[in-house]
């Protein structure tokens, strides 16, 4: 048995459910240590658009689900484009879910195409009514196409809108109320967002409702210092997990309760022990607030 609770090289059926555990980010240069070690860890979640191609790293994938839970984490479908869903992207989509029956499916209140052209981020959009019918259509016509509830991600960003009328949050919430998705609470990306723009990352967390949130995800960021300067932090997923967004996961889960939680490192990814070992002090976080709860609840 794991520190995680998780037995090295369990079975899983394909669609199992994701723990309320710590998990990693599986990327391609720990596909061969995954299956060869099996090591020991809750589950692992996976950018979808990385293995709609087919070829080996689908290959992979489909080894890899018989012994872990998986969750398919999406990057490129832009919920927030006013033309709509790019429904080739979403058949591509739909394909790999009906493939690796993943037991989530999560997606970024983003955008990343216009007129057809695919841009490189995931790109902040106005918070207007406008845009959240926007927001709502694409969420409605996802779910539908994929039979299943997903969860939304709050971004990072380094900008905003100065005609924007709603709160990030409140955003979210009303996304989740009007159609029934789900919430990816990307506690490193308040920080991130929080620190970029001088709000207050807590008054972001308790602006969501916990019944909501399915998903936490965890991941280190970088500081830079600009002309004149101003710092601006990238959440460029490139280090381990800082003390301050240690801190924001104890308080989004004293707030949620313990939920699937990830650990991201998608630059200068280290060596696989290095993640796991962040995996496991996520996991302590979360034991200590599942501990707490219990005790109040005694």
Same mark, same amino acid.
């Given at each position: ?23 990693? =980010? !599986?990327?391609?240069? %720990?596909? #061969? ?7 020991? /860890? *809750?589950? $692992? ?57 993943? =037991? !989530?499916?999560?997606? %970024?209140? #983003? ?7 695919? /841009? *490189?981020? $995931? ?176």
């Amino acid at each position: 048995m794991s520190p995680l609770g998780v037995p090295a090289g369990s079975g899983y059926p394909a669609g199992a459910p994701i723990q309320a555990s710590a998990g990693i =980010g !599986l990327r391609f240069p %720990h596909h #061969a240590a995954m299956l060869a070690e099996r090591p020991p /860890v *809750a589950w $692992l979640e996976v950018h979808a658009e990385n293995y709609m191609g087919g070829g080996a790293a689908l290959a992979y994938l489909t080894a890899i689900r018989q012994h872990y839970p998986l969750s398919l984490h999406a990057v490129g479908l832009s919920l927030g484009s006013a033309d709509g869903l790019d429904r080739r992207h979403l058949e591509r989509l739909a394909t790999l879910v009906d493939r690796i029956e993943p =037991g !989530l499916v999560s997606e %970024h209140l #983003a955008w990343s195409i216009t007129g057809g052209h695919y /841009v *490189a981020d $995931l790109l902040p959009l106005p918070l207007t009514e406008e845009a959240l019918d926007v927001v709502c259509r694409n969420v409605d016509v996802m779910q539908t196409r994929l039979g299943r509830t997903i969860l939304v991600e709050n971004p990072s960003t380094c900008l905003r809108f100065r005609h924007s009328t709603i709160p990030e949050w409140e955003f979210l919430t009303a996304v989740a109320a009007r159609t029934g998705c789900g919430l990816l609470c990307d506690v490193n990306n308040i920080a991130v967002s929080a620190a970029n723009h001088g709000f207050d990352p807590l008054q972001y967390l308790h602006g969501l409702p916990p019944a909501c949130v399915g998903e936490i995800h965890v991941a280190g960021h970088s500081v830079h210092t600009l002309p004149g300067g101003r710092t601006i932090r990238i959440d460029d997923h490139g280090s381990r997990v800082s003390d301050a967004v240690w801190g924001l996961l104890a308080a989004a889960t004293a707030r949620f309760g313990a939920v699937p939680t990830l650990v991201e490192w998608d630059n200068d990814i280290p060596p696989l022990p290095v993640l796991l070992a962040e995996a496991d002090a996520a996991q302590q976080v979360l034991d200590r607030a599942t501990g707490v709860r219990h005790a109040l609840a005694a």
